[in-house]
């Protein structure tokens, strides 16, 4: 377009003289300008690199050049692709660092976003309403995962946050209605507030890197069956697990010295939550009660040896939790071509069996869950004969 415009200008001089003047004029406005086109791209020159500005297509597969001019390519600007609802595909290079809030808002067909390893700065809400977007690779360099990032991506199925990232921001992946699996690597040290509100996420592993749990982070994430709040954790924000209708169990780990008033509130479903810890002290303020608010089937589990604990903690049954495997007697060992053995406890835990063949790299499998009666449970399964070893733990559920 700049050069068309150039040769047009050169014509009009050769045809009248008098109006040399206000064409060399015109030229001049033209060159001298911050904003200028490259192929389809608008880009502003800023300290001897590129920032894009905007993009005209076709094509709506774009990859964004590491150079222009001679110059690098080294920030995405605000809003530069705003609304543009043909884009498909981006292919984003390792010469970014910086991608501008709204960049990419709206562009509810694009499906397919590529990250380079430069891109360490990212504002808000990014990638925002883009609807259609199921694949997003993210390379190591990311520092931050910035506020609602990939809000209302409705079509976003598996995302992983790599363990560049320290940080996930407010809303980051609000309403993502089809997102069911989330790996967080170890390094993210922050969820921020709302971060996955309404996502059908149906587990989810918390690292132990993890400090801080934001306010309503899980709010409503009503596929969610289980979850482990790692002892790594110094600080739950109010509602943090608020409405997960599907929640069963839950475990807070060694470690955790607070939780939050409406933690699990509204989990109408939640069965057990197993603290491994001494009984944490409650903190924050909920409007709808304490931490279990019309939770009416729930138990809590305490482990021996740590205090704090009574027959009741916020308003619900408190249980300890003490399964022992018996070693010894008449139903231990190998009879009949089966291996067997009494698991003992308190009365009504809810226990797993679990197996596996190695040790030093444990990978445990669920042989049966069962719930203690005031008798001992006898555990038995064929004897596995040609297994060098077999190795068996209770967990709970």
């Not at 397919?112 to 199921?134: A, K, P, R």
């Not at 587990?203 to 709040?229: H, K, Q, R, W």
Request: glycine share 10%.
């Amino acid at each position: 377009m700049a050069t068309l415009a150039v040769s047009i200008f050169m014509s009009t001089v050769l045809k009248s003289t008098k109006n040399l003047h206000v064409t060399f004029l015109t030229l001049l406005l033209l060159v001298n300008s911050t904003a200028v086109v490259h192929a389809q791209f608008t880009y502003e020159t800023n300290d001897g690199s590129i920032t894009i500005t905007g993009y005209t297509g076709p094509p709506w597969v774009v990859t964004i050049p590491t150079n222009i001019n001679g110059l690098t390519v080294t920030t995405i600007g605000a809003s530069a692709f705003l609304h543009s609802t043909s884009l498909t595909s981006v292919t984003i290079p390792g010469s970014v660092t910086a991608i501008g809030q709204d960049a990419f808002v709206e562009c509810s067909g694009l499906i397919s976003v590529t990250f380079g390893n430069g891109v360490t700065n990212f504002g808000d809400s990014i990638f925002g309403g883009c609807s259609s977007l199921t694949n997003v690779t993210i390379s190591n360099g990311l520092v931050s995962i910035g506020s609602s990032m990939f809000a209302g991506c409705s079509s976003l199925t598996s995302v992983t946050i790599p363990s560049s990232a320290t940080n996930i921001g407010e809303s980051a992946f609000s309403d993502c209605n089809s997102l069911i699996t989330v790996t967080i690597s170890n390094g993210v040290t922050s969820i921020g507030e709302f971060a996955f509100e309404y996502d059908p996420i149906p587990s989810i592993m918390i690292p132990e890197s993890v400090t801080n749990i934001g306010y309503a982070t899980f709010l409503y994430c009503n596929d969610m069956t289980n979850v482990t709040i790692p002892g790594s954790v110094t600080s739950i924000g109010d509602f943090a697990f608020y409405g997960c209708s599907s929640l069963i169990n839950a475990t807070v780990a060694n470690g955790v010295p607070s939780v939050a008033y409406g933690l699990f509130d509204f989990c109408t479903n939640l069965a057990g939550v197993f603290f491994q810890g001494d009984s944490p002290t409650v903190v924050g303020d909920s409007e709808d009660g304490p931490v279990f608010y019309d939770d009416n089937n729930v138990t809590v589990y305490y482990l021996p040896g740590n205090i704090g604990w009574s027959n009741t903690y916020q308003g619900v049954p408190a249980v300890l939790w003490n399964p022992q495997v018996q070693a010894g007697g008449a139903n231990f060992g190998v009879k009949n071509g089966q291996f067997g053995f009494n698991v003992t406890g308190t009365a009504n835990i809810p226990i797993v069996v679990q197996a596996c063949t190695n040790l030093a790299n444990p990978a445990w499998t669920s042989l049966t869950n069962v719930t203690l009666t005031n008798s001992p449970f006898f555990f038995s399964e064929p004897f596995q004969a040609n297994t060098p070893a077999r190795y068996y733990r209770i967990s709970s559920p």
